[in-house]
């Protein structure tokens, strides 16, 4: 028992499986930290170190937010799709890919309206005056862009994942 370094521990079957789900989600996840980087950098030279700042803390107060949330509930429901799936029945199956979905529409879209709703008293109390006004418009549309962002990663991506076909 326990965990050793052994090369007789070594399971190829496991780690050929790990290589092939494993390749498509380094692929995205190097992708996402570069696009995180280069959609600064392509603002910053499109409208100025400025807006750079306006949406760096609209995205934090909005989006980060909302996908928190919307990740929580992903990773809650995930396991129980995964145990739906793994029983083997349709219908199952169907309920449990339903309810998730109803979940997160149910939490994840009345929490981008409050938070484009409550933008300018956010953008208020977190910024000084002179920045308020573009702050809160940004935070309206990230809160919106965030929804479609968290049910696509906590619901869609899923369906993809559960499919094994990533």
Known sequence: ???????RLF???VARQLIVFGWAMAIVRATGGVSFALDRMLLESLAGRDAVGYYTVAYSLAQTTIMVIGSGIGSATYSLAVRAVEGGDRAA?????SRNCGLLFGLLLPAAIGAAMVAPAIARLCVSPAFVEPVASLIAWLSIGAFFYGFRANYIDH????????
Not at 159 to 166: E, I, N, P, V, Y
């Open 1 to 7: 028992g326990g965990i050793g370094l052994s090369p």
């Open 11 to 13: 399971d190829r079957g």
């Open 93 to 97: 199956i169907r309920a449990q890919l």
């Open 159 to 166: 369906a993809f994942q559960l499919g094994h076909s990533t």
